[in-house]
Every structure is written in C-alpha cells, then in structure tokens.
C-alpha cells in the first residue's frame, strides 16, 4: 500500500470510492460526520513514541477523548493500567492528516 498525497485528478476517484462503499462522500460514526478523503488514527495517551512520529509527518492533534480508555477496557479487560514509561493509560488521543493536493496546505 501507498499512501501520498492527494493528486487533483484522483479527487473524482476519491468521491465515486466514497460513494460506492459509504453511499455518500461522508460518514457519521459515533455522532459526527467525517470525511472519508482524510486520515484519521487514535493512539493513547501514554504512547509518546507514536505522537512523535505522527506530528514529525505533519500529522495533527484534533482531539482528546478523555476517559475513553476505560470504556475500551469493559469490553477488553486485558488493555493494562500503566503504559510506556510507566504513565496511566486514560485517554485517546487523536490525529488527522487531511490529503490534499500538493501545494495546498493540508
């Protein structure tokens, strides 16, 4: 798999994809409306290795899901309480890396 950034002619390739396996060029999941064409990941909280190797690929923080981690932990009792560095496992955190056209901040 390749990823790069979005060319302007892959846009239309983009939109028919969306449509085709979303039924629009937009999803809702858990409340909120997102845009397929971009990139999203959560990591937790104590896990700075991967929030450094994110934002150094221009990644950027979006969101704090506060507390989510404990939901996650009633339906897999095995997610631990101490993380890397021995830092307590609370919290999501998440990144976005919009992919657009070179040229075009992103």
Known sequence: ME???????????V????????GGETVVACGR??????LRLL?????????RFYQR??????A?????VEGHRRLKPEIPGRGAGGIPIRHLVE???VLAPPGEAG
Request: one cysteine or more; proline letters at 4%.
């Open 64 to 68: 704090l899901h506060r507390g989510a």
């Open 33 to 38: 409306v997102h845009h397929p064409a971009r």
């Open 15 to 22: 939109a028919e994809a969306c449509r085709r396996h979303f």
């Open 3 to 13: 990823v790069r950034l979005l060319a302007e002619d892959d846009r239309p390739w």
């Open 57 to 62: 690929r221009g990644w950027d923080l979006v």
């Open 95 to 97: 990144l976005q890396h």
């Open 43 to 51: 990591v937790t909280n104590d896990n700075t290795a991967a929030l």
